[in-house]
């Protein structure tokens, strides 16, 4: 048996950072994933934070589905405006452009 066996190599500051991020990174995912779930949840981390989320009420989402419907309502007539000064203003710059024809000149006929 060598004597190195139970002890950790010498592992530089970079590849500590890796790990730490690393470990911190697969802890937030899994917050996320249990914050982002649609059940009542209690977090307590090392009783230095402590979060409770409790999903919406029935009224809480349709106020919310009425809020998100206004918004894109807004935001299409928004659009639908902003074509329309576009296409004012092009029609603005054909018409400008756009002139008599000069009439053509007459012909005399000799006879």
């Not at 004012?88 to 006879?111: G, M, N, Y």
């Amino acid at each position: 048996m060598s004597e190195s066996e139970g002890q950790l190599q010498d592992y530089s500051v970079d590849q500590l950072a890796g790990a730490v991020v690393l470990v911190l990174g697969a802890i937030a995912g899994l917050l996320q994933v249990i914050w982002m779930s649609k059940c009542h949840c209690k977090v307590n981390l090392c009783y230095l934070f402590r979060c409770e989320r409790r999903p919406p009420t029935e009224e809480e989402m349709k106020t919310l589905k009425d809020k998100v419907n206004e918004k894109k309502q807004e935001k299409i007539l928004k659009k639908e405006n902003d074509i329309l000064k576009k296409e004012d203003a092009i029609l603005k710059r054909t018409e400008s452009q756009v002139r008599e024809p000069e009439p053509e000149p007459e012909i005399e006929k000799l006879v």
